[in-house]
């Protein structure tokens, strides 16, 4: 059985930072590409940062120098370190795999995490 739980969201200030993980089993890590996703209230779930299985990352503009994500393949964990949270970072942070090359195409996945509140406040 797949499983991704996501952990370490939370209330923070603006300007601060928050850490997240994503605990990975059920699956073969070192094939998987990982992604982080976002989603709020009545919008699209949309790509926050992403890494194929080779290590190459991939950020949105709106967090790009800011966050930083990353893969520890012995642990099958993914991380993602978001630093200089601003307001319109609040969202439920997902983790999603695929098994294939990596894509910024949420229907494209095939495993998610429950999600993770991430709330920043002003």
């Known amino acids: 059985q797949v499983q991704l739980v996501e952990s370490g969201g939370g209330l923070v200030q603006a300007g601060g930072s928050l850490s997240l993980s994503c605990a990975v089993s059920?699956?073969?890590?070192?094939?998987?590409?990982m992604a982080w996703f976002r989603q709020t209230p009545g919008k699209q779930r949309e790509l926050v940062a992403g890494?194929?299985?080779?290590?190459?990352?991939h950020y949105s503009d709106a967090v790009t120098r800011r966050f930083t994500i990353s893969r520890d393949s012995p642990k099958n964990t993914l991380s993602l370190q978001m630093n200089f949270l601003r307001v319109e970072d609040t969202a439920v942070y997902y983790c999603?795999?695929?098994?294939?090359?990596?894509?910024?195409?949420?229907?494209?996945?095939?495993?998610w995490g429950q999600g993770t509140q991430v709330t920043v406040s002003a």
């Open positions: 999603a795999a695929r098994d294939g090359v990596w894509t910024t195409d949420s229907s494209q996945y095939d495993y």
């Open positions: 890494i194929s299985f080779s290590g190459n990352t």
């Open positions: 059920g699956l073969r890590f070192r094939s998987h590409s």
